[in-house]
Nanobody, 119 residues
Framework: QVQLVESGGGLVQPGGSLRLSCAAS????????VGWYRQAPGKQRELVAR???????????SVKGRCTISRDNANAKNTVYVQLQMNAVKPEDTAVYYC?????????WGQGTQVTVSP
């Protein structure tokens, strides 16, 4: 059983910064990759940033240069912490942000956290 809990969403002014956190718990998480996705109203869920195999990272073009994903493997067997730092936010960053964990080809999702970018 894998559980993911996100935190850190809310209202942010354009040009500001936000930091999202995710706590992922389960068994054998050392084999998992993690990332962040988002879904805006009326749109499909899309990748924001994620770790790929080997510890590399991938970012959506729309957030490159503004976004950093980080991971804390302090207890990688059972708990992984994933953060998303986004700077210079724009109204088009408004969405529900989801933490994702992928293990043995299966995707697990958090409940999502709303981010609204507005004056």
């Amino acid at each position: 059983q894998v559980q993911l809990v996100e935190s850190g969403g809310g209202l942010v002014q354009p040009g500001g910064s936000l930091r999202l956190s995710c706590a992922a718990s389960g068994n054998n998480l050392g084999f998992a990759t993690v990332g962040w996705y988002r879904q805006a109203p009326g749109k499909q869920r899309e990748l924001v940033a994620r770790f790929t195999g080997g510890g590399d990272t991938a970012y959506a073009d729309s957030v490159k240069g503004r976004c950093t994903i980080s991971r804390d493997n302090a207890n990688a067997k059972n708990t992984v912490y994933v953060q998303l730092q986004m700077n210079a936010v724009k109204p088009e960053d408004t969405a529900v942000y989801y933490c994702n964990l992928r293990k043995f080809g299966l995707d697990y999702w958090g409940q999502g956290t709303q981010v609204t970018v507005s004056p």
